[in-house]
């Protein structure tokens, strides 16, 4: 662990270093959050709470430290990745995204790109900002807070534009297409522990932790860990997404993808403790904006994931939320609402999967600087997860969060 | 002797530079702001001379700023970025091809444009970004305000009138006629329909 996270450092040196040296921009972000947090146990720390903190993150802590590093390799080549380092649950330093990207210039009024190595699908349009952060809330939204921890693609991206500028249209398309391998555990969380809304995102080498539930003990699941490696290659299988982007004027933007890690639910990883889920399912995004300063982002993600021998667990989900965010002057305020579901559809008593349940996240951001901003954060939410009662806890929880944050973008 | 005298008359008259007002209008008759207009001297074989100090386009708020720089040939030209992120600027016009990728902490050498002609200028990374270098044979150019009028200063003669827009057809295509410059303003319609402009609503969020 310490080598690895040595090496790591090692490599931010010379990336840091490089830098000057080779043309490449380098962009950081510090983020450190006071919370006043609820007093169920974070899923991060293996409790039932559906938020990052908990009441023992009652203290300042570092919520995103981002080096977001874009080096040009040649004159259509690039090298892009995203370290993060986190202190929650355990100090660690990890990449999120690591992918080298070839957008050859092209005298054709289509454009068109490829990324190849580790990264996320472009689904959202809550997460421009550097190291796929939210410039809204700092709370992510239900899906995106899925889709940070348990969603990557280690693979291959084509996509092919049809820029609106360079046709002199108000319509602009993009078309996307990738394959990949790994992902294959990505759907355990949502199982086993429901939605939840966060901003820790998973990187490479780490995994999520969830309440040690009862269904875990039965003889079928005994091979399932506590915790998902939501990234790990199980089955061999390659998996697939296709996606398409329409832009009107870039006032209004609309993305719809589907998504299918094509996992074989018969495989197992049993030093690991992983199976591969089965885990499909189509995402539409849209981002209107009202005027300059007020935006509307709405998003629906709706799917089915399987695991195990003759469909021991079969379930559907499905979350969307819309948000509405205004910025005046140095000041943005967002405001969200979450609903998120998961419908249990097996015959396994002894594993009940279903939850559902809603959430309010309000925010305030002041820019004090061109560098430096604060923002405050409250947010609540209600959660009804059956395979709670089974562990001693009500099934029917209310959690409230408020934050305070500074950040820094170097 | 004559001939002499007529020379010399010649010189003094055309040193003589009226002040010009040309208007552009469309097919419609009304006024064409964005217009590039210049004046080119007929029986001339002056040397084009171009100010040593570079003309620059700049990339702010991921768009090229001007949209539309007018310089006379084997102008030098830099390209300032003034924004945090990268720009990656590109052209593939037989007046000049080039790439560039540019960053607010390195500027590059101005580039030098040999060559008249229009220059569209894309960027690879915001592919929204579009801009026109246009380089023209003559030292008397600007465009048009929202009046669609310019003022420029020619020494009286004869001369052929140009005109280019970005909403032509074909942007190499330059509209021109053969006009005499003495103070009567002058007024030029354009023959070809415009395709307007779209504007788009960009913020920085939007390259993602």
């Known amino acids: ?106 005298n054709s009024n289509y454009k068109w790109h490829v990324r190849v190595g580790g990264f996320y699908p472009l689904m959202s349009l809550e997460n421009p900002d550097i190291g796929w952060t939210s410039p809204y809330n700092y709370t992510n939204s239900a899906i995106n807070s899925w889709i940070g921890e348990e969603l990557r693609t280690v693979g291959v991206e084509v996509t092919v534009k049809r820029p609106a500028k360079r046709f002199n249209s108000a319509h602009g398309f993009s078309v996307i297409g990738a394959t990949f391998k790994g992902n294959d555990p990505a759907g355990t969380l949502l199982a086993w522990r429901g939605f939840a809304l966060h901003d820790r995102q998973t990187t490479f080498n780490e995994g ?3 309440a040690p539930i009862a269904a875990l003990n039965e003889s079928q699941l005994r091979w399932q860990a506590n915790q998902v490696l939501p990234f790990e290659e199980v089955d061999g299988r390659f998996g697939y997404y296709v996606g398409m982007h329409w832009d009107y004027l870039k006032q209004s933007q609309f993305r719809i993808y589907y998504y299918d890690n094509n996992g074989d639910p018969t495989k197992l990883n049993i030093s690991s403790g992983q199976y591969a889920w089965d885990t499909r399912f189509t995402s539409a995004a849209w981002l209107y904006k009202l005027n300059k300063k007020t935006r509307l982002i709405a998003q629906v993600l709706s799917g089915k994931t399987e695991m195990g021998y003759n469909a021991l667990i079969d379930n559907t989900y499905y979350s969307h939320y819309l948000m509405m965010s205004h910025k005046e002057g140095k000041h943005r ?29 309000a925010t305030w951001r002041y820019q004090l600087s061109e560098k430096l901003q604060v923002g405050v954060e409250g947010a609540t939410l209600k959660s009804v997860v059956e395979n709670r009662a089974e562990i001693g806890f009500k099934q029917s929880i209310s959690q409230q969060q408020v934050m305070l944050n500074m950040q820094w973008k170097l | 002797m004559i001939k002499y005298l007529i020379f010399i008359i010649s010189m003094v008259l055309s040193w003589q530079a009226a002040a010009i007002q040309i208007t552009i209008k469309n097919t419609k008759d009304e006024p064409m702001a964005n217009a590039v207009v210049w004046l080119t001297a007929k029986n001339t074989s002056e040397v084009i001379i171009a100010p040593d100090a570079p003309y620059a ?59 008249t002609g229009v220059v569209e200028l894309g960027c690879n990374i915001h592919d929204w970004m579009l801009g026109y270098i246009v380089v023209v044979d003559s030292t008397i150019f600007a465009i048009t305000d929202i009046t669609g009028k310019v003022d420029l200063a020619a020494p009286l003669g004869e001369y052929t009138l140009n005109v280019w827009h970005s909403g032509f057809g074909d942007i190499s295509n330059v509209e021109s006629e053969t006009v005499i410059v003495n103070s009567a303003p002058l007024t030029y319609k354009i023959k070809q329909t415009i395709t307007e402009q779209i504007d788009f609503a960009t913020d920085e969020f939007d390259d993602y």
């Open chain 1, 1 to 106: 662990m310490i080598t690895n996270n040595l090496l790591k450092l090692t490599l931010l040196y010379c990336i840091v270093f490089f830098s000057g040296a080779l043309s490449a921009q380098v962009k950081g972000l510090i983020q450190v959050r006071a919370v006043q947090g609820d007093d169920t146990l974070s899923f991060q720390e293996g409790g039932i709470g559906l938020y990052r903190h908990d009441a023992k993150s009652d203290e300042l802590i570092l919520s995103q430290g981002i080096i977001d590093f874009n080096v040009d390799l040649a004159s259509s080549w690039s090298a892009h990745g995203v370290l993060n380092i986190n202190q929650d649950p355990d100090v660690a330093l990890g990449l999120t995204q690591a992918y080298i990207k070839y957008q050859p210039l092209s």
């Open chain 1, 208 to 210: 999520v932790r969830f």
């Open chain 2, 57 to 115: 386009m700049s990339q702010k708020n991921r768009e090229f700023t001007p949209r539309i720089l007018v310089v006379p040939q084997n102008a030098k030209v830099e390209f300032p970025n003034a924004d945090s992120i990268m720009h990656h600027v590109y052209s593939f016009s037989k007046a000049k091809t080039f790439e560039l990728k540019l960053y607010k902490e390195q500027p590059k050498a101005p580039l030098v444009f040999e060559q």
């Open chain 1, 333 to 361: 305020v967002s405001l969200r609402y979450d609903y998120f579901k998961v419908t249990d559809n097996d015959t396994t008593v002894f594993d009940p999967n279903g939850s559902h349940g809603e959430g309010l996240t």
